[in-house]
């Protein structure tokens, strides 16, 4: 897929977080974190991108950072082609505005209450995107449309949840009901942010569908993020999506449902594989996890070469000095940033650090 046939695309994007003059920057002790690297991304027309990987890693800082809430340190991101903070700073210069690029990229937290304000009724709350956006729409129609939109997602009848307060509403019918305001506007991307783990497991599955059931309706685009594997997969190869594992700020791998299931390149992603089980048959309950050490380095302290490789098992000499770039398929589709991707790579004749 090109940038000039998506929705949105990240280019080279880095993201760091500075000293913030605390005790700590007085003596000298605070490096900056570097919560997304170097990362390019596409994401097209009404496509599913998960986004999977441990705490920490900067999935949300790149959620963020895809739909303009966070700026970049560098690298581009563009809406249709439109870069998102030309169009913030230089409004005039811009083919798309920015109000209108705010329109099409919406949000559903992982804490639904985040988005409902608890002193207003649920009717208030998501009336009032529709009057910012729509300013010509008459009460009536907005209440129309709220209405249908719930009918439509289950919570049925309407008014006994529109005239309630968040409080009084379980956590599934919260997140049902931000789900509603984020389509209200007829967005082209909704990043959900964990908006899924917060629920019950067997509300997941009911989540995730009728996320997908909106998606042919309003031809809308998902960025999915979550720590879960199996949900990862459910909602991508559902839906015919990508998969992109996240490390210590990096996408080390990308590609299909196939691609990263049955045929992961990436040390990382065969350990996130191993660590469901659902989705490794052949595990043992014996077979040691194929991860050498649990603790994710210092994000401030970040390893020489490869981020992974204190972790890894595969490790070798090569991969504690240099830094692997992304190697792809022959298709372009499946990448990963690993040297074990490239047959040909001296990785393969260099010496395993690990016994």
Request: aromatic share 8%; net charge negative; with cysteine.
């Amino acid at each position: 897929m090109s940038s000039s046939d998506s929705v949105v695309s990240l280019e080279d994007v880095t993201v760091e977080f500075g000293n913030d003059g605390g005790v700590f920057d007085f003596f000298g002790e605070s490096n900056p974190v570097r919560a997304v690297n170097d990362v390019s991304l596409d994401i097209g027309e009404r496509e599913i991108v998960t986004l999977i990987g441990e705490s920490g890693c900067g999935k949300s800082t790149l959620g963020k950072t895809a739909i303009g809430v966070q700026k970049p340190t560098s690298g581009s991101v563009k809406y249709r082609g439109q870069d998102i903070w030309e169009a913030r700073n230089n409004g005039k210069n811009a083919s798309i505005s920015f109000s209108e690029i705010r329109h099409a990229l919406q949000i559903i937290h992982q804490d639904p209450g985040s988005a409902l304000n608890p002193n207003q009724r649920v009717i208030t709350s998501l009336s009032l995107p529709l009057k910012k956006w729509n300013p010509d729409m008459s009460r009536e129609r907005r209440e129309e449309r709220i209405y249908a939109l719930f009918e439509r997602v289950g919570m049925t009848p309407p008014g006994d949840f529109l005239n309630r307060y968040p409080h009084q509403l379980s956590g599934g019918e919260k997140q049902r009901a931000v789900l509603v305001r984020a389509m209200l506007l007829n967005p082209d991307l909704i990043l959900a942010d964990e908006a899924i783990s917060a629920l019950d497991v067997s509300l997941r599955v009911e989540m995730m569908d009728l996320m997908l059931e909106l998606q042919d309706i309003f031809d809308t685009s998902y960025l999915f993020i979550s720590h879960d594997l199996s949900n990862a997969r459910y909602i991508a190869e559902k839906s015919g999506g990508r998969i992109a594992v996240m490390y210590l700020g990096e996408i080390v791998e990308i590609g299909t449902v196939d691609e990263i299931i049955d045929n992961a390149q990436h040390p990382y992603t065969k350990a996130l594989r191993w660590a469901t089980p659902n989705l490794f048959d052949d595990r043992d309950d014996s077979d040691e996890f194929p991860i050498r050490e649990i603790d994710v380095p210092d994000p401030t302290d970040l390893p020489s070469g490869c981020n992974f490789h204190p972790r890894c098992p595969e490790a070798r000499e090569v991969c504690q000095r240099e830094h692997p770039g992304v190697f792809q398929s022959e298709t372009g589709g499946h990448q990963c940033r690993c040297f074990r991707a490239d047959d040909s790579h001296e990785y393969w004749n260099s010496s395993p650090l690990y016994d």
